[in-house]
């Protein structure tokens, strides 16, 4: 099995900073792209961040300059250090990976980790 598991989420007062991490486990033989994305409250998901394996970035108009993604491919880590935190960015954060299992593999499959809460308010 292939689990995502999320930490570093809580609350935060406008203009703070937050890091998020995101651990992969499980039966895994290569991770290939990694993704933040967000949920607010009566709003659709949607992608905050973009990372390849090779460490090609992108990012939401909406926190480019103040979010930074970045992986730690030994560890199987993905991380979302966010600087300069509004309200507008309370949301649930989620992380996501497409895996390969192993060499054998069809093809590469799409995980989600739990989420966790993000809360900027002063």
């Known amino acids: 099995q292939v689990h995502l598991v999320e930490s570093g989420g809580g609350l935060v007062q406008p203009g703070g900073s937050l890091r998020l991490s995101c651990a992969a486990s499980?039966?895994?033989?290569?991770?290939?792209?990694m993704a933040w994305y967000r949920q607010a409250p009566g709003k659709q998901r949607e992608l905050v961040a973009t990372i390849t394996s090779g460490g090609s970035t992108k990012y939401a108009d909406s926190v480019k300059g103040r979010f930074t993604i970045s992986r730690d491919n030994a560890k199987k880590l993905v991380y979302l250090q966010m600087n300069s935190l509004k309200p507008e960015d309370t949301a649930v954060y989620y992380c996501?990976?497409?895996?390969?299992?192993?060499?054998?593999?069809?093809?590469?499959?799409?995980?989600w980790g739990q989420g966790t809460q993000v809360t900027v308010s002063s």
């Open positions: 996501n990976a497409a895996i390969q299992r192993s060499i054998w593999a069809s093809s590469e499959s799409i995980y």
């Open positions: 499980g039966s895994i033989f290569t991770i290939n792209d």
